[in-house]
Structure formats: C-alpha cells, structure tokens
C-alpha cells in the first residue's frame, strides 16, 4: 500500500522547514544519481526551487538524502500550478497531476510503488476526452 505524503514526510529527522530552502542553480544531481548542493559534501536535504525570470516559483521539490522525497510541484509563468507529483524515496506514488494554464485539470495519471496502472486526460474545456486503465494482470499492484 502506497504511503500518505504525512508518513513519506516523517523520513526526515525533524520538521522540513528546519531544513535549507536553496534555487536549483545552487546544486546538481552527482553520485548514485542523487541531489548534491554545491560545495557541501553529503547528498542534500531541503526543498529545491526553480525561479523564473519574474522571481516567481516555477519549481518546487522536496528531497531526502539526495532523493525525491515528497511533493514536487511546477508552475505556469502566471503562478497557476501546472503539475504535481508525489514522490515516495525517490519512486513516484499515488496521482500526478497536470493542469491547463486556465487551472482546469488536463491529466491525471495513476501510479502505485512507481507502476502506472492508468489515466485520465481532459481537453481545456473540461470534457474527459481519454481514460486508460490497465489491466490487473499488467500490472503487479501493492496489496
């Protein structure tokens, strides 16, 4: 069973807004494919934004040790939020979501312990134009 982003936050030692917020121009990604700051040793730990050129947040993401570890969130110039994902220790979990820049919902995919099992996707209007659900014997699903 997929965990809640509450027990997927509890991964960190104390509250994560006693970790470091920094812009991603501050770190990269470097051995074991995890998340290092720039001139720190040790993969990092804290929330990485990405700023546009207004200042405005058009990333946000939340790692663990190096890990995606959380929410991770992209934005449209106008601060409407375009997409969300949930990560949990580095493998995408639960729904991810994307939005038209109108804020209307545009797609919906479904993951469970980082297999797709299926999607939803709307045109601008907000008509359902496409559903995909895979069948149980594809996919291996948590129980």
Known sequence: MDRSIIQILNDFE???????????????????????RTGVKGPFSGRVITRGAAGRILAESIFHKGIPNGPHRKFYENGEKAAEVIFDRGT????????????????EEY????????????????RLIRQIYMPKETVSLPR
């Open 92 to 107: 995408i979990s639960g729904v991810q979501s994307k939005w038209w820049a109108s804020g209307r919902i545009k797609e």
């Open 111 to 126: 993951w469970s312990g980082g297999q797709y099992y299926g999607s939803r996707t709307w045109d601008e209007g907000g």
């Open 14 to 36: 104390k509250p994560l807004n006693y970790y470091p917020i920094i812009n991603s121009d501050d770190g990269q990604y470097g051995e074991g494919d995890r998340f290092y």
